[in-house]
């Protein structure tokens, strides 16, 4: 039986470990022609190797994508190995945490080279080769629930993944004509990044978010990724969905949770004296899952 992704080709960047893999080898066991990408070799050629021996079709880029010669490269080898590109995973990712205080400015750059260029970089070189093909598409943002609440120590980082959402968001609607579907997914997952998180900080978020983080599977993401790739999911885009373990979330973009109007507009004053309507707004608990 035909999987259900036979025959779509499928760029992930970041794909020589954690999450990335994990998409890499459900995408190739449901029928996908997949393009590994990692600027580290070793991990690389380890997801083709077993997707290769698994039967898959993949092949690998070994280089930064976040450098536009990289973007354009890795879109090449996808054309000539495979002869289309039918989605693309920006998956890529590092983190570099400190204090605003504290924080080198090259450890604010290199977040946003990796995180921000890096999308932009391949989805655009991807897109240009989707509206060629004349054909339907998919691209899937990885984001994060830090970039829609915030977390200490990762100001970079979660500007990094707030801007992706607004990439995702923006392109959604931008691409809408060309049947390309945009989406973004943001994960909690037990990779190599959150395994860098010290123990003692883990348990200050209590016992059972810690052993839930840990039981916290990426080939779980992986699944929603292939999903979203998929035709069952072609009338998809524009949403931000999230998986954390064995729960599915789905994010409601910001919306206006309060309007008032003043004829001649709101003064000083004005805000003074709606002081207590705009607190019982803001101590209102958050009313999403995460």
């Not at 010669?69 to 989605?87: M, Q, T």
């Not at 240009?128 to 093909?133: D, G, L, S, V």
């Not at 983080?213 to 035709?231: C, T, Y």
């Given at each position: 039986?035909?999987?259900?992704?036979?025959?779509?080709?499928?760029?992930?960047?970041?794909?020589?470990?954690?999450?990335?893999?994990?998409?890499?080898?459900?995408?190739?066991?449901?029928?996908?022609?997949?393009?590994?990408?990692?600027?580290?070799?070793?991990?690389?050629?380890?997801?083709?190797?077993?997707?290769?021996?698994?039967?898959?079709?993949?092949?690998?880029?070994?280089?930064?994508?976040?450098?536009?010669?990289?973007?354009?490269?890795?879109?090449?080898?996808?054309?000539?190995?495979?002869?289309?590109?039918?989605?693309?995973?920006?998956?890529?990712?590092?983190?570099?945490?400190?204090?605003?205080?504290?924080?080198?400015?090259?450890?604010?750059?290199?977040?946003?080279?990796?995180?921000?260029?890096?999308?932009?970089?391949?989805?655009?070189?991807?897109?240009?080769?989707?509206?060629?093909?004349?054909?339907?598409?998919?691209?899937?943002?990885?984001?994060?629930?830090?970039?829609?609440?915030?977390?200490?120590?990762?100001?970079?980082y979660a500007s990094a993944k707030a801007g992706l959402m607004g990439f995702t968001l923006?392109?959604?609607?931008?691409?809408?004509?060309?049947?390309?579907?945009?989406?973004?997914?943001?994960?909690?997952?037990?990779?190599?990044?959150?395994?860098?998180?010290?123990?003692?900080?883990?348990?200050?978020?209590?016992?059972?978010?810690?052993?839930?983080?840990?039981?916290?599977?990426?080939?779980?993401?992986?699944?929603?990724?292939?999903?979203?790739?998929?035709?069952?999911?072609?009338?998809?885009?524009?949403?931000?969905?999230?998986?954390?373990?064995?729960?599915?979330?789905?994010?409601?973009?910001?919306?206006?949770?309060?309007?008032?109007?003043?004829?001649?507009?709101?003064?000083?004053?004005?805000?003074?004296?709606?002081?207590?309507?705009?607190?019982?707004?803001?101590?209102?608990?958050?009313e999403n899952v995460g």
């Amino acid at each position: 039986m035909a999987g259900l992704l036979e025959n779509k080709v499928v760029i992930i960047t970041g794909s020589g470990r954690g999450i990335g893999k994990e998409t890499a080898k459900i995408c190739a066991s449901e029928g996908a022609c997949v393009v590994i990408n990692d600027v580290d070799p070793e991990p690389a050629l380890e997801t083709l190797e077993e997707i290769r021996k698994n039967g898959g079709k993949a092949t690998a880029y070994i280089g930064d994508i976040s450098d536009e010669s990289g973007a354009k490269d890795i879109v090449e080898l996808a054309k000539n190995a495979f002869g289309k590109i039918d989605a693309l995973v920006n998956n890529a990712g590092v983190t570099r945490d400190s204090l605003l205080v504290r924080m080198e400015v090259e450890k604010w750059d290199e977040i946003m080279k990796v995180h921000l260029r890096g999308a932009f970089l391949c989805t655009k070189n991807v897109v240009a080769e989707m509206i060629k093909q004349k054909n339907s598409g998919s691209i899937i943002n990885l984001s994060s629930p830090a970039g829609l609440r915030g977390n200490i120590g990762q100001a970079n980082y979660a500007s990094a993944k707030a801007g992706l959402m607004g990439f995702t968001l923006t392109l959604a609607k931008e691409l809408e004509r060309y049947k390309i579907r945009v989406n973004a997914i943001a994960p909690i997952a037990w990779t190599r990044l959150t395994q860098a998180i010290p123990e003692d900080v883990l348990k200050k978020r209590g016992e059972e978010f810690a052993q839930k983080l840990k039981s916290a599977k990426p080939e779980f993401v992986g699944h929603l990724i292939a999903f979203l790739i998929s035709d069952k999911a072609q009338h998809i885009t524009g949403q931000i969905f999230g998986v954390f373990g064995e729960e599915f979330h789905i994010w409601s973009p910001p919306k206006i949770v309060f309007r008032k109007q003043k004829p001649g507009g709101f003064q000083i004053n004005d805000y003074i004296s709606i002081l207590e309507e705009i607190n019982m707004w803001l101590q209102k608990p958050e009313e999403n899952v995460g």
